[in-house]
């Protein structure tokens, strides 16, 4: 099994930024793309970024320009920079990696860390 740990949230005013960071621990051998997703009240789970192990990345469009993701292999951790908040980012933000197993993809979760942006 893979445990998702997230760090970094909190509340910040618009226009600010906040780092997230994200350890994977336990049985992560094999672990393959790494990313965020987030869920405001009300709407669905959407992707917010992810990264291959090679480093390719994807972005949703909402956050590009604004937001980077890394990755450390080495450490097993994955990191979102979020500059330029804006009160529509306000969201649980959930870490998520994915691995292939002999009975096909799993998917991990973390169990999320709150970003809040005031106006």
């Known amino acids: 099994q893979v445990q998702l740990v997230e760090s970094g949230g909190g509340l910040v005013q618009a226009g600010g930024s906040l780092r997230l960071s994200c350890a994977a621990s336990?049985?992560?051998?094999?672990?393959?793309?790494m990313g965020w997703y987030r869920q405001a009240p009300g709407k669905q789970r959407e992707l917010v970024a992810s990264i291959g192990r090679g480093g390719s990345t994807n972005y949703a469009d909402f956050v590009k320009g604004r937001f980077t993701i890394s990755r450390d292999n080495a450490k097993n951790t994955v990191s979102l920079q979020m500059n330029s908040l804006k009160p529509e980012d306000t969201a649980v933000y959930y870490c998520?990696?994915?691995?292939?197993?002999?009975?096909?993809?799993?998917?991990?979760w973390g169990q999320g860390t709150q970003v809040t942006v005031s106006s």
């Open positions: 998520y990696t994915n691995r292939y197993r002999p009975t096909g993809w799993a998917d991990y």
């Open positions: 336990g049985d992560i051998f094999g672990i393959n793309t």
